[in-house]
């Protein structure tokens, strides 16, 4: 086979292999990473959610923004986290209607710990979570560790069903009965 044919599929000897690989964070430029890691279907699917996003300069409400990114579940749980105090833009608490803009830091208070994002696009529609990912850039510290716990009142496969007072340890154990106080309806 000719060395021509192998550099059009890419393989043994191609340009693509030939190139040299940088060392270091500093040698890499990010906007070429991100070019060249991208799926085709994810960047079609980042073009169609800009083609519906605003145009140059425009801005886009935060409740949208972040329940477009992935950040919360669904729009309305988006401006009620804003309602609550716990969606912050550049350091300010913001209100649902809040704009914002390519560059803003957006913290948002989810279940115990914070997600610090950078916005870098602005989309309105709900996109999938590989084109949601190239929206931002997440500074978020790691979420903390669950804490184990041990399950209450699992038994043994194959020990049949529970007696009476297996029930009540059971229920004890996971705190339905108050743990040994009288039981409900007063007998």
Known sequence: MAPEADEERGGPGSAAQAAPQADGPEAVDPEAV?????DPKIAAAIAA???????????????????AVRLAKTRSLGAAACKGGHVHVNGERVKPAHTVRIGDEVRVR?????????????IRKRVGAPVAAQCYVDNSPPPPPREPFAPAGIR???????????????ERLRGLMGGGTARPGGH
């Open 49 to 67: 959610a800009e083609a519906a996003g605003p145009a140059d300069g425009a801005t886009v409400r935060i409740d949208s923004w972040i329940w």
């Open 110 to 122: 989810q279940e115990g710990w914070e997600r610090i994002v950078i916005v870098k696009r602005l």
């Open 156 to 170: 043994d496969r194959g020990t049949g069903r529970p007696t009476k007072r297996d029930r009540r340890d059971m």
């Open 34 to 38: 991100d070019a060249a890691a991208v």
